[in-house]
Structures are given as structure tokens and as C-alpha cells.
């Protein structure tokens, strides 16, 4: 037994799903991170339970009049389905009497679906990731290094702690590219029904997530056409991947209108449509095309350059990658090629689809979170090609190269990581003040060393008046971390918060060490 264990501890497999469970456990506040989170698990809580999608206090501001006049919440059911398990283990886990006099933020329910749901889209993250990698020819040292880049020094970190759908839906598409080319491979009629399954899957959690639906199938094509597939070579494939792919999507496009017909009694419209409705009977003001009415040139350059919200600011791999591919691209492998290409082509996608979009930028987010998933795919790419450019390039000029490299890597760990550091409206609600365009990135920076120092009210960063009450204005004056958050709400008892912090540091300090040992195992295995 003890062997077996030892031998678990040098497979570097095995220490990164360990490593990324712990790094999903330290970095938790407790919370759910936004009320678009917590309102999917009220919906999550009206499947198994007589309570409604949508609170009638909560409406106008959230929630859409439906089938009898009910209220029902707009967003798919997939993150819903993905908090099931959870919600029932923390509201059994809510009731116990050692819990009967606790009532406050965060709330034991809250915790126990944050902590578990998130650990375990990390630890599924890392894996599929690693192994999507590996398929790309990349070696062992790569991927794994490759992996940690994305759980580290990507928005997926601060997607871990704030649970959005972003990383459930980046785990699904991650699945549907590996799965679907492990059956270009082998022919595998099983992993073809697993990957189109996986992207049907992501159609229940964000319609427009059929972008990522379409990428798998281009990525497969684009895989034989730098493998010179021509004509005739290609129609029998095609027709394989229709007859196991198509019935899959099917079902699950068939799934979405029959929950959105349950709701609103149409299998054809979107809630877009009906929240449109709404808001220009609210508010006659509103242009003819709301939501869409943003001019596109500014939705689509908003992304790239705009300092509140650009993909290179606050996802700076992605310059990165984009750097190495251009000069690696004619001796990189036909997988990789086609999988740069995909990502790139599914990143502007996703960019020109919601470029007209009134909310363009995701509304209360870090960052634009309706395209983060799409960098981080690109992004997944720059740390194994940056440890390929010594042995693909000239020494004098890989030197440079390299060393550019690790201040970006570096720079990008220290913005993922200050992301945790406050709840993410502290920025926004700032802006109210503060004006537009604003460097949300330096601001945090600017937060942090406030905090720290004690300087908030005199560097004008502690105005009450900013937050829209006081929930907020506790949560977002604390690290956002669990321990501390629960020390600032103060309803918990001492010895607890003792406990929690306890926990809390030896948590923080098996991450460090399962990042030491993963390091030793790799160098052991070159």
C-alpha cells in the first residue's frame, strides 16, 4: 500500500489533479461570486423543491413572465443541472442542528456548492486539458506545464473562485475537442457519442456556446486539410461524424426548446426576445434593436483594446501564443496548426457575435466573460510552445524570446492573483465615480496596496456611498477569501473562524508543496 502511494506521488498526472484541487479549494470565498451564480442555484433548488425560479421581490430586475404568469429565471438550465448533487448535500448539510442558529453570508448551502462544484471542475479541467495536450504531441513536461499555466495564469483562476458558467463550459468544450479527435484518429464510435455529447451538453448552459459546438467539427477538418485530406477522402468521414454527431446534437437543441417552451410557450424564441419586450414596455426610450444596439465597431474593438475590459490586459498568454505561433508556425505539427486555428477562429466568433451587444462586455464580470473561455483556449497553448522555442530556434534569438516570455508569464500569474484578491464589483462600483475609460487592473493594484496599508479612506477607495448597500460594502471591504470573509460578516463564532483559518493555511501550504513535488517529478521524469 505504501509503495502504491509512493508511486502515485511520482506520477505527474496524479499531483496535478491533486494540485488543482487544492488550488480550487484555498482560493474559495464561500460565495457563489455573482448573482447570476446564485440565481441558477435557485433554479438548481425549484427542480427538487415547491420553491420558484424567481422570487416575485426580485422582479422587474430579474426573472421574465411566463407560461400562467409565473416568473421564471432566463438563463439555461445546464450550470442548474451542474449544481444538482451539491445543492442537495448542502441543504441536507444546512439543517443540521450545529448549523440551526446560522443564517448569514456566506451560508453553509452556498459553501459546500462552491467548494465541491468548483473543486471538481478543476480537478476534470486539469485532466482533459492534459490530456488534449498530450494528443497534440506535446510531452509530458509540456502539458503539465501547459496545464498549470491555465489554471494559474489565466482568467480561469478567477473563474474558479467566482462561479460563473465560464469554466463549466471551457471543461465541456475541452472534452468535445479531445473526444471528437480521439475519434479522428481511431475511429472510435464511443469517443465521437462522448465528445458530441459534451458540446451538446454546453447548449444548456449558454445557447451561443453552438460557436463552440461548430468549433469541433472545423477543428477536425481543419486537422486533415493540414494533413492534405483533399475531395473525396473527406465525404466518408463526414458522414461518420453526421451519423453519431447529429442525432447527439439533436437531442440536446431538442432539450433546450422543450424547457424553454415549458417556460414561455415557444420552442422558437429566446429569452433575448422576451427581455427585449420588456424593457422597451418599461422604458419606451430604448432603441428599435435593443439589445443589440451597440455599433459594432465599437463591440468589436472593446474586447481587444478598451482598458476595462481588453483580453490582452487581463489574459496577457494570449499575446503569447499569439507571438509564438507566428514564429513556430512552420514547424509546428498539423494538430496544433489546426487547433490554433480553431481557437483563434471561435476567440473572433465569439467577439463579432456579441459585438452589437448592448452588455458586450459581460455587464458585472472581471474581464469580458463572454469570450474568456475562448482566450483561455488560445492561451492553453503559449507555455508548451515557449519550452519548444530553445530547440526550434536560434540560441541568441530564443534567449530573448524565453526571457520575454517568463515577465509575461510572471506578470500574468500576479494579475490572475489579484483577481481573487476583493469581490469583483469593488472595480465597478468605483467606475460609478471614478468615470470611464478606467485601468481596472492598476486600480485593483491600487486596492490591494490600500488595503493593506490602511489607506482606503484617504486614497478616496472607502466610499460607502459607491456600493448600491450594505451587503455589499462588507463583502467587498475584506480579502475575498473565506476565513477573512467570515471574520468581516462576524456571525460566525470565533473558535470557528479559528478553525476555518487553520484549514484555510494548511491547504495553502499542501498547494505549495504539491507544486514542489509535481516539480521534482518532472524533473525525475526528463
Known amino acids: 500500500m505504501i509503495l502504491r502511494w509512493q508511486e502515485r506521488f511520482r506520477d505527474p498526472l496524479f499531483l496535478l489533479c491533486l494540485t488543482a484541487g487544492l488550488l480550487a479549494c484555498v482560493v474559495q470565498s464561500g460565495e457563489l461570486g455573482t448573482a447570476d451564480t446564485m440565481h441558477r442555484l435557485q433554479t438548481t433548488h425549484w427542480m427538487w423543491t415547491s420553491q420558484p425560479q424567481v422570487f416575485p421581490n426580485e422582479y422587474p430586475e430579474f426573472g421574465l413572465r411566463g407560461r400562467d404568469g409565473q416568473l421564471f429565471s432566463w438563463y439555461g438550465i445546464g450550470q442548474s443541472l451542474l449544481m444538482f448533487p451539491a445543492d442537495l448535500v448542502g441543504t441536507w448539510i444546512a439543517r443540521w442542528r450545529v448549523f440551526s442558529g446560522y443564517e448569514d453570508d456566506p451560508a453553509v448551502r452556498s459553501m459546500v456548492v462552491s467548494y465541491s462544484t468548483n473543486i471538481l471542475v478543476n480537478v476534470l479541467t486539469a485532466l482533459i486539458a492534459f490530456r488534449l495536450l498530450r494528443q497534440l504531441r506535446f510531452t509530458v513536461r509540456e502539458a503539465v506545464a501547459g496545464v498549470l499555466a491555465l489554471l494559474f495564469c489565466t482568467t480561469h483562476l478567477h473563474y474558479t473562485q467566482n462561479m460563473m458558467e465560464n469554466n463549466y463550459i471551457m471543461l465541456l468544450t475541452l472534452v468535445g475537442f479531445s473526444f471528437q479527435f480521439e475519434w ?7 469517443a465521437l457519442f462522448i465528445g458530441s455529447a459534451a458540446l451538446g451538453l454546453n447548449l444548456l448552459t449558454r445557447l451561443t456556446t453552438g460557436l463552440d459546438l461548430i468549433a469541433g467539427g472545423v477543428f477536425l477538418l ?6 492534405q485530406v483533399r475531395g473525396r477522402e473527406l465525404w466518408p468521414r463526414f458522414l461518420a461524424y453526421c451519423k453519431v454527431a447529429a442525432p447527439v446534437y439533436f437531442f440536446f437543441i431538442l432539450l433546450d426548446r422543450v424547457y424553454q417552451f415549458y417556460r414561455f410557450g ?3 424564441n429566446t429569452y433575448v426576445s422576451l427581455f427585449a419586450k420588456e424593457q422597451r414596455l418599461a422604458d419606451p426610450t430604448l432603441p428599435a434593436n435593443f439589445p443589440w444596439s451597440t455599433p459594432f465597431y465599437k463591440g ?3 474586447p481587444l483594446f478598451q482598458p476595462e475590459k481588453s483580453i490582452f490586459l487581463f489574459d496577457p498568454l494570449l499575446l503569447l501564443a499569439l507571438v509564438l505561433l507566428v514564429l513556430l508556425w512552420k514547424r509546428l505539427s498539423s494538430e496544433v496548426r489546426a487547433y490554433a486555428v480553431t481557437s483563434l477562429l471561435l476567440l ?12 458586450w462586455a459581460g455587464d458585472f464580470a472581471w474581464g469580458d466573460r463572454y469570450v474568456s473561455t475562448a482566450v483561455e483556449l488560445v492561451a492553453l497553448l503559449s507555455v508548451p510552445l515557449l519550452m519548444r522555442v530553445r530547440s526550434h530556434l536560434d540560441p541568441s534569438k530564443a534567449r530573448w524570446i524565453w526571457r520575454a516570455g517568463m ?4 506578470a500574468s500569474f500576479i494579475i490572475q492573483i489579484a483577481s481573487l484578491a476583493f469581490w469583483l464589483p469593488l472595480e465597478i462600483y468605483q467606475m460609478e465615480t471614478l468615470g470611464h475609460p478606467t485601468f481596472v487592473i492598476a486600480l485593483r ?7 493593506a496599508l490602511g489607506k482606503m479612506d484617504a486614497w478616496g477607495l472607502n466610499n460607502e456611498s459607491m456600493m448600491q448597500d450594505a451587503w455589499d460594502y462588507v463583502h467587498i471591504t475584506t480579502w475575498n477569501f473565506l476565513p477573512f470573509l467570515l471574520r468581516r460578516v462576524g456571525a460566525a463564532p470565533a473558535w470557528v473562524v479559528r478553525m476555518v483559518f487553520v484549514f484555510w493555511s494548511a491547504a495553502l501550504a499542501a498547494l505549495g508543496g504539491m507544486v514542489w513535488r509535481l516539480r521534482q517529478a518532472l524533473r525525475s521524469a526528463a
Not at 466568433?349 to 448592448?358: D, E, K, L, N
Not at 493594484?445 to 488595503?451: D, P, V
Open 184 to 190: 479522428l484518429r481511431s475511429g472510435s464510435g464511443s
Open 222 to 227: 481543419a486537422v486533415l486539410w493540414f494533413e
Open 266 to 268: 415557444s420552442f422558437t
Open 300 to 302: 468589436f474593438l472593446g
Open 348 to 359: 473572433v466568433g465569439y467577439i463579432g457575435f456579441y459585438a452589437r451587444y448592448t452588455y
Open 407 to 410: 515577465a509575461i508569464i510572471s
Open 445 to 451: 493594484f491600487k486596492n490591494i496596496a490600500a488595503f
